[in-house]
T-cell receptor
Framework: NAGVTQTPKFQVLKTGQSMTLQCAQDMNHNSMYWYRQDPGMGLRLIYYSASEGTTDKGEVPNGYNVSRLNKREFSLRLESAAPSQTSVYFC???????????FGNGTRLTVT | GDSVTQMEGPVTLSEEAFLTINCTYTATGYPSLFWYVQYPGEGLQLLLKATKADDKGSNKGFEATYRKETTSFHLEKGSVQVSDSAVYFCALRVNFGNEKLTFGTGTRLTIIP
């Protein structure tokens, strides 16, 4: 019962460094999402992938890129990290049209 | 655009108290409405949902009724427990193929024994 697995759990970067957040789901879901969670702002959608091979921008895509490597995996890349990207990042997936999102446990990223 | 407005937190209650967390929404289509809960150190989990007007979602003693006339989906529980301490998020998704789930800002609930 792994569900949605995110790695790493914690990361500290210096401004300008790059990194990739990994996400994998074992529920055979078509859609996958990346959100960021900031105090007082709830969750905001960064990018999503409605199916393998497609990706689309969400509300706050600037500074990020994504790759839907296969049906299971959806990674989020920060090419040049900035302090404004300090946040908690959540990956989520969804199966059929009306089904709810399943979330991973999050990655807490600090950019100094 | 679509938006969700939630009761500001934090909310602190004594065990066995009655809970209401207010949620109102604006949407251009016919939304489905959700409450998600986030326990410390974890991701969000679906608590309950309602997909059309007058539907009542319920789970773990929590309830919320989809009120189209007041565009509301308030979360209630008759007798809260310490284990209900968490952050609660109201969310909506407009149907007909829209992938985007719009979240409220979250309400932190703390129950004291």
């Amino acid at each position: 019962n792994a569900g949605v697995t995110q790695t790493p759990k914690f990361q500290v970067l210096k401004t300008g460094q790059s990194m990739t957040l990994q996400c994998a789901q074992d529920m055979n879901h078509n859609s996958m999402y990346w959100y960021r969670q900031d105090p007082g702002m709830g969750l905001r959608l960064i990018y999503y992938s409605a199916s393998e091979g497609t990706t689309d921008k969400g509300e706050v895509p600037n500074g990020y890129n994504v790759s839907r490597l296969n049906k299971r995996e959806f990674s989020l890349r920060l090419e040049s990290a900035a302090p404004s990207q300090t946040s908690v990042y959540f990956c989520a997936s969804r199966g059929q049209e009306a089904s709810p999102l399943h979330f991973g446990n999050g990655t807490r990223l600090t950019v100094t | 655009g679509d938006s969700v407005t939630q009761m500001e937190g934090p909310v602190t209650l004594s065990e066995e108290a009655f809970l209401t967390i207010n949620c109102t929404y604006t949407a251009t289509g016919y939304p489905s409405l959700f409450w998600y809960v986030q326990y410390p150190g974890e991701g969000l989990q679906l608590l309950l949902k309602a997909t059309k007007a007058d539907d009542k979602g319920s789970n773990k003693g929590f309830e919320a009724t989809y009120r189209k006339e007041t565009t509301s989906f308030h979360l209630e529980k008759g007798s809260v427990q310490v284990s209900d301490s968490a952050v609660y998020f109201c969310a909506l998704r407009v149907n007909f193929g829209n992938e985007k789930l719009t979240f409220g800002t979250g309400t932190r609930l703390t129950i004291i024994p």
